[in-house]
């Protein structure tokens, strides 16, 4: 092919929205949310990565859950042993970071979207995000894993543990240019957000920040987003989403 011709398939390439599976691809059969296998599921799939949440438990274990509690039990004021047991929709038993991680590792190719949810204070929320990067480090996935967060501490604490990550976030309520005065590299804003600032996906992206629309489900959305250009779709529908990107 000559040189222009693969400069502009590169260019073309670089441009196309991805799509991440919202907390997995937990639609597919067999899966749940936020489970081992809508980690398989998202990767087996092709999607460019795999959402998933964390919350801390009393004695500061990392476990993979969406809400702050899991069967009655509030997971910040209970003691891991409590859930280790716990399991999922899909029969799974609830899956702790660290074994996230090494799944993660055999999903090579595909990124974790690690979201930090936000805790009750901002002392569990900084060990939280300390217990996060340092496990992240510790099974070598700092390439593969991608930062996201609701809480504006956490976003600013991962930045300054692990300068080089990706850390987007997630509120909505900041303007492009202060996500970047911030030193995050990207907002990650549900659709509705861009019905009210059409411009933040171009000012974004003027600035050298990534731009995530979440959860966008409906093929129109998806289409809106993937002409406006979006880095990032994230959705509960990954297989028609990645239909449409292509
Ligand atoms: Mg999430």
Known sequence: MPLLGLLLLCGSLQAQTKIIA????????????????????????????SE??????SDKRVVVNHD????????????????????????EILPTLEQYLVHGKVCKGTQLI????????????????????????????EAQTEYISFSRNA????RRLQPAASVSYLGGDLAPQAVKDSTWTGIDYNQTVFDKHPEWIKEAHRLGLTVNVWTVDKPDDMK?????????????HPAKALKLSR
């Open 22 to 49: 919202h907390r997995g691809y937990w639609k597919a059969p067999g899966a749940a949310q936020n489970s081992v296998a809508s980690l398989y599921m998202a990767h087996e799939l092709g999607a460019y990565g």
């Open 224 to 236: 809106r987003f993937i002409k406006e250009k979006a880095d990032f779709l994230t959705t509960n």
């Open 155 to 158: 976003c600013s604490e991962l």
């Open 114 to 141: 690690l979201e930090i949810k936000a805790q009750a204070t901002k002392q569990d929320e900084d060990c939280l995000t300390a217990k996060v990067v340092e496990l992240v480090r510790a099974h070598q996935m």
């Open 68 to 91: 702050p509690t899991i069967d009655g039990y509030l997971i910040e004021q209970t003691p891991f042993a409590l859930l280790r047991d716990l399991r999922l929709s899909n029969g």
């Open 52 to 57: 998933f949440d964390v919350n801390l438990t």
